[in-house]
């Protein structure tokens, strides 16, 4: 069974496999990266398991692959997610940050860590990914330059750590699900009783508080909910929703049956 993300070596889609690979309940013989997330996805067989960023905390949802899920979830189940947090670090060749005059990595990272590129007076310059600017300091950016990326970049391209926990906000978490084919049967050995929807409502202002009071009904807890346009009519809006049923787990087809009544249209997009 091979290993699928995007990025190369050292990103933090690296980093989550990493840390998780002893939970997988098959064994591990490759792991493979992919330039864009239509190649990962393009590329989830029967012996492959996809593991793919959803959200930031900090930098909110990435929902091409929510849209690219819900498209081919008829194939698809997301077996498990990860919480990663962000961990950037200062990396390079020179031996001082003194000596760092420009940082490279992904936009989003650089705007991670304002308050410490603002310190040093460092000019930016953006690269795709935290491990693809790694490595370009270390193959052919010869001078005064650094990337921000995970310590793993440093380990794989032989980079100096020059700084830790870089970024401005130190709870800053990166959600990424482990997405394998319906028939492969592949599990994550630990467990939880979480429901993931993706719902709109027939009608929003009467329907909402009806979905929160049949969850109260089945001692359900709401732990996250982001709101999409449907694309469908002005300022409509689908609702994806992690719910926890605790110990009552098998009471989670009940309740969103229940639920149901009030869509337009719903995917239980994971259950796990």
Not at 117 to 142: G, N, P, V
């Amino acid at each position: 069974m091979r290993i699928i993300y995007q990025w190369i070596a050292g990103s933090y889609s690296h980093v989550t496999y990493k840390k998780n690979k002893n939970f997988f309940s098959k064994k591990i013989t490759k792991v493979q990266w992919f330039n864009t997330y239509e190649d990962v996805w393009a590329n989830i067989d029967d012996k492959s398991i996809a593991i793919m960023p959803f959200e930031n905390s900090y930098v909110w949802n990435i929902w091409k692959n929510y849209a690219q899920y819900i498209e081919m979830m008829d194939k698809l189940d997301v077996i498990w997610e990860v919480m990663v947090k962000a961990e950037h670090c200062l990396v390079s060749k020179e031996k001082s940050i003194e000596d760092v005059k420009h940082v490279y990595s992904a936009p989003d990272v650089l705007a991670q860590c304002r308050n410490f590129i603002k310190k040093h007076k460092f000019s930016t310059h953006e690269y795709l990914d935290t491990a693809m600017a790694a490595e370009a300091i270390s193959l052919w950016i010869k001078e005064n330059g650094a990337a921000i990326a995970p310590k793993l970049s440093a380990i794989e391209y032989k980079l100096n750590v020059l700084a830790e926990n870089i970024q401005d906000v130190d709870d800053n978490i990166t959600r990424f699900l482990i997405v394998a084919q319906k028939w492969n049967n592949i599990e994550f050995t630990k467990k939880q009783n979480k429901v993931s929807l993706h719902f709109t409502l027939t009608d929003w202002f009467k329907d909402f508080n009806h979905v929160f009071r049949i969850f109260d009904v089945y001692k359900a807890t709401v732990v996250k909910m982001n709101l999409y346009p449907t694309w469908e009519k002005a300022f409509e809006q689908s609702i994806c929703m992690d719910v926890y049923f605790w110990d009552h787990i098998s009471e989670a087809q009940d309740c969103i049956n229940k639920i149901w009544e009030y869509c337009r249209e719903m995917n239980i997009l994971w259950i796990y």
